[in-house]
Antibody, heavy 126, light 107 residues
């Protein structure tokens, strides 16, 4: 079964750091772009960051650029989101999502998200 | 920053047709994607590349595109289609954007 499973959320103080993980299974992880999307309580979906299958290309929303870092370990089939300088408005449910298939020499990172995890909750509060 | 605009809500009776629009200046040049999200659940992709339907998605879901507007159509709406729907696209600077979201209520 194709699935992704997030972990690592919890309560953190403003200014603190947290690392989210997303374990993938059931597909060739290195062949797919991956993304993080968040949803604040009662609000809509907000794209956070995306990464190519190889990990060589990364993209960030303006709201997190310079504070968050997306990465992946293809040997462990795992996606990460390192979050530093956390703010109260980073409080949200964070979803990991599989993106488009990356063929040799071509990886469109800004397309569909067809497999989603159930999310992990990040709360930033003093 | 780039925005995708959706109506906040759409109400429809069972068996009728619901149409949800999404407007954005870059839509003529970028594909659109649509997601369904039910309360307490993760989003589900229902349309990709403007008009394509993933396997397992009912045929009553369809997408179309015209200029700066894309539309998700749900034909023969069922009670189980009550959910929030979001469009998604990208701009030329390498940014993914989600629409503002539309709550579909089945009367």
């Amino acid at each position: 079964e194709v699935q992704v499973l997030e972990s690592g959320g919890g309560l953190e103080q403003p200014g603190g750091s947290q690392r989210l993980s997303c374990a993938a299974s059931g597909f060739t992880f290195s062949s797919y772009a991956m993304s993080w999307v968040r949803q604040a309580p009662g609000k809509g979906l907000e794209w956070v960051s995306s990464i190519s299958g190889s990990g060589n290309s990364t993209y960030y929303a303006d709201s997190v650029r310079g504070r968050f870092t997306i990465s992946r370990d293809n040997s462990k089939n795992t996606l990460y989101l390192q979050m530093n300088s956390l703010r109260v408005d980073d409080t949200a449910e964070y979803y990991c999502a599989r993106g488009d298939f990356c063929s040799s020499g071509s990886c469109y990172v800004l397309g569909r998200m067809d497999v989603w995890g159930q999310g992990t909750t990040v709360t930033v509060s003093s | 920053s780039y925005e995708l605009t959706q109506p906040p809500s759409v109400s429809v009776s069972p068996g009728q047709t619901a149409r949800i629009t999404c407007s954005g200046d870059a839509l003529p040049k970028q594909y659109a994607y649509w997601y369904q999200q039910k309360p307490g659940q993760a989003p589900v992709l229902v349309i990709y590349k403007d008009t394509e339907r993933p396997s397992g998605i009912p045929e009553r879901f369809s997408g179309s595109s015209s200029g700066t507007t894309v539309t998700l159509t749900i034909s023969g709406v069922q009670a189980e289609d009550e959910a929030d729907y979001y469009c998604q696209s990208a701009d030329s600077s390498g940014t993914i954007v989600f629409g503002t979201g539309t709550k579909v209520t089945v009367l």
